[in-house]
């Protein structure tokens, strides 16, 4: 099993950017699929990126494409998600997530940080 530590939260204005950080335990592996997905108070979990790290291959949630990028750091064990254009809509705590499917739904997921909150306010 491997530990995922996500940070990188924080509170910033409507059109700002925030850049999340998750850090593995060990060497994520090239069939491994890293994800993101967030919760609002009083909502499901959702989707928002999933990133197949051996062929660089990535999906998002249509709410967040075209701002939101995920990807792999040089190092063998760290991913991110780059935030731009943030909108009050995309508060919620983040969560990264490992898996071995290419799949938005938080069942496929085995490993998970333990999150990261961030607030879009002015």
């Known amino acids: 099993q491997v530990q995922l530590a996500d940070s990188g939260g924080g509170y910033v204005e409507p059109g700002g950017s925030l850049r999340l950080s998750c850090a593995a335990s060990?060497?994520?592996?090239?069939?491994?699929?890293m994800a993101w997905f967030r919760q609002a108070p009083g909502k499901e979990r959702e989707f928002v990126a999933a990133f197949r790290w051996g062929v660089q291959r990535s999906m998002y949630a249509d709410s967040v494409k075209g701002r939101f990028t995920i990807s792999r750091g040089d190092a063998a064990n760290e991913a991110y998600l780059q935030m731009n254009r943030l909108k009050p809509e995309d508060s919620a705590v983040y969560y990264c997530?490992?898996?071995?499917?290419?799949?938005?739904?938080?069942?496929?997921?085995?490993?998970w940080g333990q999150g990261t909150q961030v607030i879009v306010s002015s």
């Open positions: 997530a490992r898996g071995q499917d290419f799949d938005s739904t938080p069942s496929a997921y085995r490993d």
């Open positions: 060990g060497r994520i592996f090239s069939s491994a699929v």
